[in-house]
């Protein structure tokens, strides 16, 4: 009923950029936050900012003033736009989205399949 679909990923040496997009598709009748989760080999999943619909953001300490979340919900879309990004930020990062779909009541949370961020040093 729902997909999200990442993009974005690659590899990139230290300091370098790279941009995550996420697309929702289905049967969305409300979009409420979305954001950007990541995962590290031998790690559990991290948080690595939250956006509401009404923008208001929400970061991890290890990823503020060098990640820049955004969202454009005419697209139903989600960014991550990844600065001076060190070795340490390689992970697999998942798209998330909370969100209601048409002729239901409840919200709930959905994942996209991943995209793999690898940054050499």
């Known amino acids: 009923q729902v997909q999200l679909v990442e993009s974005g990923g690659g590899l990139v040496q230290t300091g370098g950029s790279l941009r995550l997009s996420c697309a929702a598709s289905?049967?969305?009748?409300?979009?409420?936050?979305m954001g950007w989760y990541r995962q590290a080999p031998g790690k559990q999943r991290e948080l690595v900012a939250t956006?509401?619909?009404?923008?208001?953001?929400n970061y991890a300490d290890s990823v503020k003033d060098r990640f820049t979340i955004s969202r454009d919900n005419a697209k139903k879309s989600v960014y991550l736009q990844m600065n001076s990004l060190k070795p340490e930020d390689t992970a697999v990062y998942y798209c998330?989205?909370?969100?209601?779909?048409?002729?239901?009541?409840?919200?709930?949370?959905?994942w996209g399949q991943g995209t793999q961020v690898t940054v050499s040093s």
């Open positions: 956006i509401t619909n009404d923008g208001s953001t």
């Open positions: 289905g049967r969305i009748f409300k979009l409420n936050t």
């Open positions: 998330n989205a909370n969100l209601q779909l048409f002729f239901t009541l409840s919200t709930n949370d959905y």
